[in-house]
């Protein structure tokens, strides 16, 4: 019966120990993939929802959210509205109307390239990955490395079969989400 005992433990101990290092490879694999297509992110198009939500309600719109890394030019287009922003200027046009402004750190933050940016460099981050007949997803935050009173902590999530971003999160200061981007389409440019 010891025998019998000791054996069984053995086998228990064996199976345990095998689960764990799939999950932790299965986490590795993740985070090579995601580092692969992210650190040195290329161009991209995306067609989002963005939620902007106050102490009094919220806002929805739909955009087109670009990046070329080229020009290092970054774009968002809603409707008539089209927003460029560069290392040098912020460019609105609604219309014939034009309004130039030097860049701000709150331009960025529904920008893929801006949180992973932060992720790469903050000293708060972490990852989870989460699987379900539903969902595989890996979740990513991190504080924002030069936090603003709108963007001091954000969340991503990212499709762990494709790599694609899925959703992203911004919250304040005082840890209130102000904006979720839910990437509805997200595909990186070819580059010439």
Known sequence: MKKFLICASVILLLISTAGCGKNTQKTENIYS???SVYY???SYNALCSVTAYTQGGQNTY???V?????KGMFTVESDDMKISIDKNKTLISKGENMLETPPGEN??????????K????SESTSMISAA????????????VINPTNA???????????????QKMQVYDKNDFMNTEIVFEKFEFAKEL
């Open 33 to 35: 993939a995601i580092h």
């Open 40 to 42: 040195d992110i290329g």
């Open 62 to 64: 739909k955009c087109n």
């Open 66 to 70: 670009s990046y070329q890394k080229d």
């Open 107 to 116: 331009d960025m933050y529904m920008f893929v390239n801006t949180f992973f």
């Open 118 to 121: 932060s992720y790469y460099e």
């Open 132 to 143: 379900s007949k539903k969902n595989d997803t890996t979740l990513l935050e991190c504080d």
């Open 151 to 165: 963007a001091a902590h954000m969340k991503l999530w990212i499709n762990s079969k494709t790599v694609l971003p």
